[in-house]
C-alpha cells in the first residue's frame, strides 16, 4: 500500500525527468537495521526520497530513473520460502513496480551491471547523499568509491531537484500532514492534562507513546519531554515533575503514510505560571505569533528570524536581562545567549524536512548564504519562503547556566547583557513554542484543524478545566 495513487509517483518522477534532463538517477532505499542482531531490528524507516518517488515503504529497494532512454525499473529480491514462513507474504517486486507505475524491475545482482555500463558509456550517474552507513557502503561498492566519500560523490544537481520538487508540499501531502496534526493534537493535550507533581517525565512520554501506536503511527522523532526545557534535546527521565517548575514537551506524530507534525508547549507542573515565568513565557509567545503575523511568499527567513530576535531582545531589555542598542545587540549575537537555535526549519516527510540531503541545500541558497555566528548558525533555513512550503515557527528563551558561566567568564557582550540579573535567572530552565505553519498565496496558515492551546490564559484554563 502507498500512501498516494500511482498518477502521483509517475508525475513526480516524470517532473523529475525533466528537470534534469539526462543521466541515470539512483534512488536507494534503506535496509532493515540491526538493533542488537540482525533479526532484532529498529523499527522500519524507509527513505524519505524513495517514499516521494517510488512510494513503496519495504526493505532492499533501489529506484532507476534512466532518463536518456526513458526507462524506470524497481530492483529487489523477491522473497522465497524462508521470508514466506518467518514474515509472511510479500508482493513481487514486479507487483511492486507495477503498483506505483514503474514498467520494468530487476533483481538486485543486476545493478552493479547497470551501473558498469552507464560508467563505461561515460553517463552521468546520479546519487542522493545516504544518511545510513549500509547504505553508502552498498553505494561505495557499485561506484568503486570509499564508503565514506560517498556523500561528497553525491550529485548536487539532483539534490536541486529534489529539494525544490520536495520542498512545495502538494494537497494531497498538506492532507496527510493534517492527519499528522491530528495525532500531534491528541498527544499534546493528553500530555498537558497529565502534568501534576510527582508523574514521570517518561510516563508523560509513554503516554505519547500510546496515543501514536494506537493509530497505527509513531512519533516524528525522540520525544523532548522535561522540566529542564534549556536543554534543547532533552531525553525524558524517571524524575518525578516537581511542583514549580515547567514541563516542556516537545514532540510529534508521523503518519502510516510518513508525514510529520512537530509541536512544542510549556505547561506550569503546579497548574498556574509564576509572575517570572509568565514574563519569560509572554515574550516566547510574541515571538511566535509576530512569525504568524509577518510570514508570507518572498520574505527571507533569516530576515524573519533576525526580527524575532529583535523583539526579544527589546523585551529582554524591558526585564532588565538585555540592555543597549536593539539593533546592535542582534548584530553582534549577544541574544544568542538566550535563543541559541534558529527560529524553524522545513518539515514535511522528515521532520527536519531533507536535512539529510545537505541543510545548505534546503535552506540557503546563493541570495541568503548560511550564518557562521553563534546561534544563528543553528539557522536552518535562511532563504525566501515559498508558496506550499511547510515551516516550524519555534522561538524558545534558555537560561543555560553552562553557557552564562562562559559568556560571563570571557566577558561577552557586557554592554548587552546584566549578567547580575542573569544570575537570578540560572535555575529557570526554558520555553520553547512551536507550530507547523504552511506558507500560503498571501501569508501563512498554522496547520492542525485544532491548536494546541499556547496563548498564557487558554493554558491555563485548558489545564484546570
Ligand atoms: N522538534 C525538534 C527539533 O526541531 O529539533
Ligand atoms: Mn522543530
Redesign the pocket.
Known sequence: MTTFSKETYIQRRQTLKQKLGSGLVLIFGHNQAPANYPANAYTFRQDSSFLYYFGHSQEGLVGVIDIDNDIECLIGDDIDIEDIIWTGFVPSIHDLAAEVGVGHSAPTSQLQQLVDKARQAGREIMFLPPCRHDVMIQIGDLMGIHPLQVRQAASVRLIKAVVDMRAVKSDEEIAEIERAMAIGYDMHTAVMRAVRPGVTEKQLAGLMEGIVASRGSKVSFLSIVTMHGEIFHGDPSLRPLEAGRLLLCDAGAETVGNYCS?NTRVTPVSGLFTQKQRDIYSIVEACHDLVIQRAHPGLKWMDMHLDVCRLMTDRLKDLGLMRGNTDDAVSAGAHAMFLQHGLG?MMGMD?HDMEGLGQVYVGFDDEVRPSSQFGTDCLRCGRRIQPGWVL?D?PGIYFIPALIDKWKAEGLHREFINYERLDTYRDFGGIRL?DDILITTDGCRVLGQDVIPYHIDDVEEFINQ
Open positions: 512537530d526549519h521532520v516550524t519555534e512551536e
